[in-house]
Antibody, heavy 117, light 112 residues
Framework: QVQLQQWGAGLLKPSETLSLTCAVD????????WSWVRQPPVKGLEWIGE???????NYNPSLKSRVTISVDTSKNQFSLKLSYVTAADTAVYYC???????????WGQGTTVTVSS | DVVMTQSPLSLPVTLGQPASISCRSS???????????LNWFQQRPGQSPRRLIY???NRDSGVPDRFSGSGSGTDFTLKISRVEAEDVGIYYC?????????FGQGTKVEIK
C-alpha cells in the first residue's frame, strides 16, 4: 500500500520561500506523476503542479513564476518550493500521486502553512 | 481557466436516502484522445481528499458501489444511492482536460 509522508516549515514570513517535501513509501515511483495541491482556509482546492520521475514538470500558470517542483529518485521523494510567499499563500498543502488528467488517487496527510509577519 | 460550477453547495440528506450533486464545466471536457477527464473527490472532516471517480464514471478501488458518476460534455453528476453517516463531507469535481486543472467550489453533504 502506497503511503505519502510530507513535511516542511509551517510558519513563514512574507517574502520567504515555502519548502515542503513528500516521501513515497511503497509502489512504483517511476510509474506515476506526483502532484501538489493546496487548500486555503475554508476554501476549495487549487492544483499547484506535478512532476514525474525524470523531472518533467507542469505548473499552474497562476503560480508558475514562483513555483519549483523537484524530484529525488534515489530517495523516492519530491519537493515543492514557492518563493516570495504572502498571506494569500496560507493554506494546507497536500502532496499526492497522480497527474492532472485522472486526478490524484493517493494523498499525503497535508501540511498547514501560515504566512504572517 | 475552465470554471467548474457545482450545485447545490449545501446538501442536507436523510440517512438511507439518495443524494445527487451536479457539476457543470464552462467548456466541454472531452479531450482529443476521446477521454473525458472529470474526477470526483470526497473530503471528510479533518481528512485529506480521496478520489472516488475518474474519467467521469470509473469508480476507484475500495469505493462503495453506492457512489456513481455519470455525464458527458459539460454536465456531470455524482450520485449516492443511499447516504450513510460516513458520507458526510465536502465533495469536489475536478477537470483535467484543459490547462490548468480546476476544481469546483465543493458541495457540503450533511445529515438532516
Amino acid at each position: 500500500q502506497v503511503q505519502l509522508q510530507q513535511w516542511g516549515a509551517g510558519l513563514l514570513k512574507p517574502s520567504e520561500t515555502l519548502s515542503l517535501t513528500c516521501a513515497v513509501d511503497g509502489g512504483s515511483f517511476s510509474a506515476y506523476y506526483w502532484s501538489w495541491v493546496r487548500q486555503p482556509p475554508v476554501k476549495g482546492l487549487e492544483w499547484i503542479g506535478e512532476i514525474n520521475h525524470s523531472g518533467t514538470t507542469n505548473y499552474n500558470p497562476s503560480l508558475k513564476s514562483r513555483v519549483t517542483i523537484s524530484v529525488d529518485t534515489s530517495k523516492n521523494q519530491f519537493s515543492l518550493k514557492l518563493s516570495y510567499v504572502t498571506a494569500a499563500d496560507t493554506a494546507v498543502y497536500y502532496c499526492a500521486r497522480g497527474s492532472h488528467g485522472d486526478g490524484m488517487d493517493v494523498w499525503g496527510q497535508g501540511t498547514t502553512v501560515t504566512v504572517s509577519s | 481557466d475552465v470554471v467548474m460550477t457545482q450545485s447545490p453547495l449545501s446538501l442536507p440528506v436523510t440517512l438511507g436516502q439518495p443524494a445527487s450533486i451536479s457539476c457543470r464545466s464552462s467548456q466541454s471536457l472531452v479531450y482529443s484522445d476521446g477521454n473525458t477527464y472529470l474526477n470526483w473527490f470526497q473530503q471528510r472532516p479533518g481528512q485529506s481528499p480521496r478520489r472516488l471517480i475518474y474519467k467521469a464514471s470509473n469508480r476507484d478501488s475500495g469505493v462503495p458501489d453506492r457512489f456513481s458518476g455519470s455525464g458527458s460534455g459539460t454536465d456531470f453528476t455524482l450520485k449516492i444511492s443511499r447516504v450513510e453517516a460516513e458520507d458526510v463531507g465536502i465533495y469536489y469535481c475536478m477537470q483535467g482536460t484543459h490547462w490548468p486543472p480546476t476544481f469546483g467550489q465543493g458541495t457540503k453533504v450533511e445529515i438532516k
